[in-house]
């Protein structure tokens, strides 16, 4: 099935949303935020629309649409890294690392052909934006406050990247050049633990920024101009973790609940307490979620992979492993991978949660999965990026950082996969081969992390 052009170009997000449903049955995927997806595909460069001259099935699958590809909850959740991720260019790839001097950064997006990161250096937040074929900077944006704690990731959607900040803001970046379009104010010092920051990554779908804050509010901005939609204010609580945006409800975890809100009105649909309330337990939500074919999936303190109904928040199953599971899930072709603190990657059956394999790495795995064909990307604290068979979990290779710690998510664009490492480094590896640049001689990996959601 192919479509010109021309005919795609005029296609509006309902007709969008309805050729997707035309390609891959409902249960595979969220459509909605597939076919958000579907301009950031025909137009590969940020600023400069290059429309495709033949969609197919072919390129829908390389969308994310069923079988092809599934990171942590972002075809879910968010939708778009701008169409970049599992393409190849013409030309074979060529391994790269890019020097950050930070021990602290956020996981990568790619977009339009660059990698977006966020690091703090010297106290301050720095986003960069790098070119994924070279690794060379694009642009840089600083903000203009102290940092101390792990950086948001970013996020890219219409030709703006969007991040929290410890500035007790959400910034608006255009993509291309890096300038400023607009910085919305969550400073809140009558919650003094935090004053308010947005600490994780927002989520952008049909022209809304939706995005949490540590003093316990969710609200929905308009992309565009960074006006308030809605809030949904429950403070006195801790939101931990990016939203996730599936069907027009909005999925989001603080402490020890889980919530559905509303995503037109914020108003909250349900609520399901999925954690230990005794603090004494040290147990919480401590993933983002992943909601795939009418499911949530997400990890807590304690150790456990929880099910829930996406429309009721009713226990599916759980899944209980050996320590913290931090590391948020991806769903593809019915099988749920994730990663936990018991150095194991796990891979479940997405309707049972019975385990299919478990392969051990060499430390806690905390980054959150890349599924791609038939390989699943993690990374590792033992300073080692795995690709492993999704139906095996035989490891198929494994490329050695310069001794840190990869917690970050992964990204595969360009036939590349992109990371950051607590070396102080953004590599870029052949997703294939696992060939990749000369790491750099080791450094004491006793402070800083990557990734945070």
């Known amino acids: 099935m192919t479509r010109s052009a021309d005919i795609i170009r005029a296609l509006s997000r309902r007709r969008a949303r309805q050729l997707v449903r035309e390609v891959v049955p409902a249960k595979e995927t969220n459509h909605a935020s597939v076919a958000h997806c579907l301009e950031h595909v025909l137009e590969p460069s940020v ?4 429309w495709s001259s033949s969609f197919t099935r072919r390129a829908a699958l390389r969308l994310g649409l069923g079988t092809a590809v599934a990171v942590g909850a972002s075809i879910s959740a968010v939708g778009c890294d701008g169409g970049d991720r599992g393409e190849k260019d013409a030309v074979s790839p060529r391994p790269w690392r890019h020097t950050i001097d930070s021990r602290s950064m956020s996981s990568p997006i790619v977009a339009g052909g660059v990698v977006y990161i966020l690091s703090i250096r ?22 203009t406050t102290s940092a101390f704690l792990d950086p948001s990731s970013p996020m890219v959607a219409d030709g703006a990247v969007y991040f929290g900040s410890h500035a007790g ?36 779908v049909d022209g809304t920024v939706y995005f949490s804050a540590e003093n316990g509010v969710l609200r929905a901005m308009n992309a565009v101009t960074g006006t308030e939609k809605w809030a949904a204010d429950m403070r006195g609580t801790t939101f931990d973790y990016r939203p996730d945006v599936v069907d027009g409800v909005v999925y989001v975890n603080w402490d020890e609940v889980f919530h559905a809100f509303d995503a037109a009105t914020g108003t909250e649909k349900w609520a399901v307490t999925a954690a230990s309330t005794d603090h004494d337990d ?37 899944f209980t492993t050996g320590d913290f599971v931090r590391s948020s899930p991806a769903v593809a072709d019915g099988v749920v991978y994730f990663g936990s603190r018991d150095k194991n990657v796990y891979a479940l059956d997405a309707a049972t949660g019975a385990k299919k394999w478990a392969f051990t790495a060499g430390d806690s795995v905390h980054s959150s999965p890349v599924v791609v064909g038939g390989s699943v990307y993690v990374g590792s604290d033992d300073g080692k990026v795995h690709a492993l068979d999704t139906a095996t979990g035989t490891e198929r290779w494994a490329f050695t950082t310069g001794g840190g710690r990869i917690e970050s998510s992964l990204e595969v664009a360009h036939g590349l996969l992109y990371f950051g490492c607590t070396d102080g480094h953004v590599y870029a590896v052949d997703a294939a081969t696992g060939a990749g640049p000369t790491p750099p001689a080791p450094r004491s990996t006793s402070s800083g992390s990557t990734g945070r959601r």
Do not use: C
């Open 122 to 143: 010297e106290n301050t937040e720095v986003l960069d934006a790098l070119d994924a074929v070279t690794g060379t900077e694009k642009w840089a944006y600083t903000t």
């Open 169 to 204: 803001a959400l910034y608006a970046l255009n993509a291309a050049t890096g300038t400023k379009n607009w910085i919305f104010d969550t400073s809140d010092w009558s919650f003094p633990l935090s004053g308010g920051w947005p600490f994780y990554s927002p989520a952008v």
């Open 282 to 318: 040290h147990d919480f939500i401590s993933s983002s979620p992943a909601v795939v074919g009418g499911t949530v999936y997400f990890g807590t303190a304690g150790g456990i992979l929880h099910a829930l109904d996406a429309a009721t928040g009713t226990k599916k199953w759980a």
């Open 47 to 50: 600023g400069t629309p290059s």
